[in-house]
Structures are given as C-alpha cells and as structure tokens.
C-alpha cells in the first residue's frame, strides 16, 4: 500500500511530505522525510556538457598512510599522488570517484589518521573537481572509521558529494556512506537524466582497542532504503523505465555473485588484467555465517533500478575486466589499482577506470575503458545491451 500511493503521487511534488500513519519506530513511513530529492541544493549541479557527454575517472583502493614510521610509507602517498596529479588533468573529468579503501586504517596512528584525507582530496581541491567516495575493509580499522573519513572530507573538500545514510540504513554506524547523487542534462531541468548510486560494504574493524571484526556486505536494511528512494523518484520524476533515466552503481567490495563470472571469461569479448583468484575475503558475505547476506541489496538494486548501465567495484586490485552477470542481466565492472599502497604486483601497473557516457538517453551506453599512469589505455568496451 504505501508504494502505490507514493507512486501515485504528483511528478510535481519532487520534496513533499508524506502523512505518517502510527507505526513502529523505524518503520517506513517514519523515514520517508529523511529521502530528500534535492539533496545539494547548496552545491553546484552536476550536468552533462552541452555536447552531451558527462566523464567519470574512478581511483580506487589508494590505501594511503601505510608504514607512517618509516620512510617507504609516505613515499607511496607520495607517488599516488603523483598519478592523481598526472591522470586528473589529462583527462579532465567531469566527475570523479574514490571507490573506496583510501586509507590503511590498520597501519595509521589514531591520533591523526583523518589528516590523511586532507592529502587524498588535495589534487580534486587543486582541479575543482566534484567527486564523490565509497568506502572499503581498510578504512573501518582501529585507527579510522568510514563515519570519521566522511565527516573529515565533507569539512575539507567543497566539492565532496559524499552523505550520510539514514541511521536505520548505515550498517550500525559501520557503512554510513549510502547514498545518491543526480546528474542533469541542463542546469535548468527539473529532474535528473542519470543517478550515480554509492553503497557501503563495510567491513573491516571496528575503532577502538576492544576491535571486532566487521560483516563485510552492505546492510541488509539497504534494500528497503532501495525500494523507499526509487518510489519517491518514480512519483516525482516518473519511472526510469518511461522518461529515460539511467543508473551507475558504486561499492568497494564486489557482491558475491560475481565470483562465478570469473571462470567464464574470455579474454578477447571481455578484456582487462585477471591476476586476482576470486574466494573467500574476495567478494561480500564470505565469512562464517554470511553467506547470501549480501542478495538483499543486490535483489533491490538490480530488481528497482531500472536502466543500470553497470556494477563498479575495487577490492582485487590485481583485476580490471567487466562481465555480464546473468542472473540480473546486469554489467559488473572491476576498477583499475590507482594507489601506489596495497598489495600489488610490478607486471599489474596502475592506473584508473574511465566512464564516458556519450548522450544523457539511457538507450545509449557509456564507454569505459582504463588508463594507465603513463597514460596508455586499454581494455576499452562499450556498457550497452549487446556487450556480453
């Protein structure tokens, strides 16, 4: 009942609010208030160019403040920030994305672990590039928190679109960083041509000298945030499907169901390094007890939002390639290793991914492709219906 209502609400009332029955603390109709639809209204919208095109650079698992004691830690920084500094005006994107692991929590000193983003976001300030992040295993640690990497990037970078989830969304307190943020064929239209999802798998440890580990897949409380935001835009905006609204989705570690894509590649139809054996620690929800605990969001993220172009994920930094997995018929994307911390391999190199979308129409699919430090590409598909 309260899906069909909010469905039949008027296209108009983008921000409008909504009765509430007496329910339960936590319920539903308790927390639609908390999805705003206009939830930048105090930061630059983000469009596509007047060519209708929109670029997205994605630097994943840039594991800074490694080794702080000694000498090799902070040059590691300082060589990512060197590719940062190298990759962001060459290729001069529009967007940009830090999916996730950006700190080695368990090697930084708690007293000063959160300065470390200051160092991160310096190249984007430097650029004026509106970016956004996710977070990984590493940057829940005893010396950082996901929470405390928000709270110090929001303060520090201007143009950071990275939010909060509501508390009933956000992991107990562990995978706050949930959230959406639209991109606008012009400045002027009154609702969005394409939505950048962010989602928050956790994992980890939590802060603290008592540390315990943390599950590592998104909260299962997600998939309602899912089915309640995706309504609320269907009413105001009109479903996806009907006035051509697209999707990309982001999170650090992969849903577990793409484990079994990797036995099925083919070099050729689906290129990119495959250096990483995808097993347990690989994916989400592969600890004792977890398994499947991650089919919450991934059933509402591919069964409500319609017009998903792909899945991107870090975490294997030895992996690049994309694949198509069947069960959703959805695209699931590795990143390209863009930090100099981690673990890693000389023949692997790094670099990032790029997504182009070349037209605001969904029907379209963006072209991705990933860039090395030195500037040579590879790997270059096409993320539409026909690709595997």
């Not at 930048?40 to 840039?62: C, Q």
């Not at 010396?143 to 679109?161: D, F, G, M």
């Not at 909060?164 to 949930?178: L, M, N």
């Not at 072209?367 to 500037?375: D, L, P, Q």
Request: aromatic residues 10%.
């Amino acid at each position: 009942m309260m899906l069909s209502l909010l469905l039949a609400l008027s296209a108009a009332q983008s921000n409008l609010a909504v009765p509430h029955p007496a329910s339960a603390p936590g319920a539903p109709w308790q927390t639609l208030d908390e999805i705003d639809l206009n939830p930048y209204a105090h930061k630059p919208r983000l469009t596509f160019r007047k060519e209708g095109t929109f670029k997205i650079t994605v630097f994943s698992d840039i594991h800074f403040g490694e080794n702080p004691w000694d000498d090799w830690g902070p040059q590691q920084d300082a060589n990512s920030l060197a590719l940062m500094n190298t990759v962001l005006p060459s290729e001069n994107p529009d967007y940009v994305v830090l999916n996730g692991d950006l700190i080695t929590g368990e090697n930084t000193f708690r007293e000063n672990s959160t300065k470390l983003v200051d160092e991160i976001v310096g190249p984007l300030n430097k650029f004026k590039i509106p970016f956004s992040s996710t977070h990984g295993n590493h940057d829940n640690e005893p010396n950082i928190t996901h929470a405390e990497e928000i709270r110090r990037e929001l303060q520090v970078a201007p143009l950071s679109y990275t939010r909060f989830a509501p508390s009933w969304a956000d992991g107990q307190g562990y995978g706050p960083g949930t959230y959406w943020v639209p991109v606008y064929t012009r400045v002027s239209d009154l609702k969005p041509s394409l939505i950048l999802w962010f989602f928050d798998s956790r994992g980890g440890f939590s802060e603290g000298a008592n540390s315990k580990p943390v599950p590592d897949y998104v909260d299962e409380a997600v998939a309602q945030w899912i089915e309640l935001t995706v309504a609320k835009m269907n009413a105001a905006w009109g479903p996806a499907d009907k006035v051509g609204r697209g999707s990309l989705a982001f999170v650090h570690i992969p849903p577990h169901v793409v484990e079994n894509l990797q036995k099925n590649l083919n070099s050729t139809q689906d290129p990119g390094l495959n250096a990483d054996k995808l097993g347990e620690g690989s994916t989400q929800a592969t600890g004792d007890g977890e398994t499947g605990k991650d089919m919450a969001f991934y059933n509402a993220l591919n069964d409500h939002v319609l017009n998903l172009h792909a899945i991107i994920s870090g975490h294997d930094h030895g992996n690049e390639w994309c694949k198509r997995e069947p069960s959703k018929n959805v695209i699931f994307c590795f990143d390209k290793h863009a930090g100099y911390g981690g673990y890693s391999s000389p023949a692997w190199g790094y670099g990032v991914r790029n997504i182009v979308f070349k037209s605001p129409n969904p029907s379209v699919g963006p072209e991705t492709w990933i860039r090395m430090e030195a500037g040579d590409t590879h790997a270059r598909i096409i993320l539409n219906s026909s690709y595997n």
